[in-house]
């Protein structure tokens, strides 16, 4: 028998419309007194940072935006953000946006409280300390970091994305108003919800999956199948928007307390490569790694199948398996998921980068939870599948 497993999750979750003005009313009864919001410029524009600063302010709290948070948060943001919560005397962070802005605001957390360059908390269970209070609002739906105690940031010396996973780097508090997520335009929302359905897929065959995470990916993957292609058709449907905003949660829970897989192991070197987004490397991979991993959990994969709507009981395993990878294909092009060529990558820049990216993918750890585990030669020939 595997050893006992440890769930992580925030301690407080506010979902649903009019979650979004929980907050303020949630953090002055928490006691904070002076919060640091951190957001990105579209959002800034946008007035969501200045609404919360606000609403902080109807309740006694005082509130100072970071506003430069960029997609693919670095270090740098790190410290912009960590020495205007000096200079205003914070005590709390409020990270409102999608995945970059709530990463960012991880780390300006856990910065406060701990000394060291940031680097050193790069891999597993490294930051000593725990961080200030922090509350995730997210914006996309999305990556679930609101959920995780996981945080993705790039070492702009080295160029390199360091991934963090610590129970310090989970928000205290997370308020998950799906009405925010209304008006992300269709790409993001197609970028973000294939994001989401990779976690619930990868929670769910991973080798470190357990009967816990197996309820929240399952629940995940559910209602992505019942409900990403119509927020993606119809942008105003709130109970779309609903559905997709609590598989992103739900899927965040499932794969911060499994683990990701081959997919996002690919996926980091090649958007850290070709500056793709996140959902994006994740999506162009999913359907060649679907298929490469089906033989290591095939009676897995057909559950997957049958929950996303695609294969029916009379289906059996093998095409369930079929049926599966024929739905992932499918719902990319539905979706409007562009491929790599589209993305203005070309085949010899690609071929160029594969030695690299096998050798930062199978050191990523991710891999090595993957159903079937590939090697690097295999990993190679996958770039090229989903090319
Ligand atoms: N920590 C985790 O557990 C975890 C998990 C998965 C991904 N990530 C990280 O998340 C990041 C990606 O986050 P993301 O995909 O949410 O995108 P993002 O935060 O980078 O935002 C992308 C763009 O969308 C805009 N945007 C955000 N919300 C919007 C809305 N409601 N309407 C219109 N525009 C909106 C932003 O202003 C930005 O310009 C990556 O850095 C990735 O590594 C983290
Ligand atoms: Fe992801």
Redo the contacts with the bound molecule.
């Keep these: 028998m595997a050893g006992p497993v440890r769930i992580n999750i925030p301690s407080t979750i506010v979902t649903g419309a009019g979650a979004f003005d929980e907050a303020a009313p949630h953090a002055a009864r928490s006691g904070m007194k002076h919060v640091l919001v951190v957001s990105?410029?579209?959002?800034v524009e946008?007035g969501l940072p200045d609404r919360l600063v606000d609403q902080c302010g109807q309740t006694g709290i005082e509130a100072r935006v970071y506003g430069d948070?960029t997609?693919?948060?670095t270090d740098v943001n790190v410290e912009e953000g960590l020495a205007l919560f000096r200079e205003e005397g914070c005590d709390g962070v409020i990270a409102v946006?999608?995945?970059?802005?709530?990463?960012a605001g991880?780390g300006i957390a856990v910065m406060a409280t701990n000394d060291g360059p940031l680097s050193e908390f790069a891999g597993y269970h490294r930051i000593p300390r725990p961080g200030v209070p922090l509350y995730a609002i997210?914006?996309?739906a999305?990556?679930?970091?609101e959920?995780?105690?996981?945080?993705?940031l790039t070492d702009t010396e080295r160029n390199v994305?360091m991934m963090m996973l610590d129970a310090h780097?989970l928000p205290t508090a997370a308020f998950v108003d799906y009405t925010?997520?209304?008006?992300?335009?269709r790409p993001?929302t197609a970028?973000?919800g294939v994001?989401t359905l990779t976690?619930g897929i990868e929670a769910y065959v991973s080798r470190k999956s357990g009967t816990m995470t197996d309820a929240l990916a399952l629940s995940c993957v559910d209602l992505v199948g019942r409900h990403l292609v119509r927020a993606w058709m119809h942008p105003d449907d709130h109970g779309a928007r609903k559905g997709m905003m609590e598989a992103a949660s739900l899927g965040?829970m499932a794969?911060?307390n499994s683990s990701v897989c081959l997919v996002h192991g690919m996926s980091?070197p090649l958007?850290a490569v070709f500056h793709l987004?996140?959902?994006l490397s994740n999506s162009v991979l999913l359907p060649a790694v679907t298929q490469f991993s089906l033989p290591g959990a095939p009676d897995r994969y057909a559950v997957l199948a049958r929950k996303l709507g695609w294969a029916g009981e009379e289906d059996d395993t093998p095409r369930a398996c079929a049926l599966l990878v024929d739905g992932l294909r499918k719902l990319n092009e539905t979706v409007e998921i562009p491929t790599l060529r589209d993305c203005g990558i070309s085949m010899e820049a690609l071929t160029g980068a594969l030695d690299k990216m096998a050798v930062d993918a199978l050191e990523s750890g991710s891999p090595q939870n993957n159903p079937r585990v590939p090697t690097a030669e295999e990993i190679k020939t996958l770039y090229l599948e989903a090319y």
């Design positions: 990105d410029p579209y959002l946008q948070v997609p693919d948060p946006g999608g995945g970059s802005s709530i990463d991880k997210p914006t996309t999305g990556t679930g970091s959920m995780t105690r996981v945080t993705v994305k780097l925010l997520t209304l008006s992300m335009p993001l970028n973000v994001d976690h965040g794969f911060a980091r958007g987004p996140h959902g």
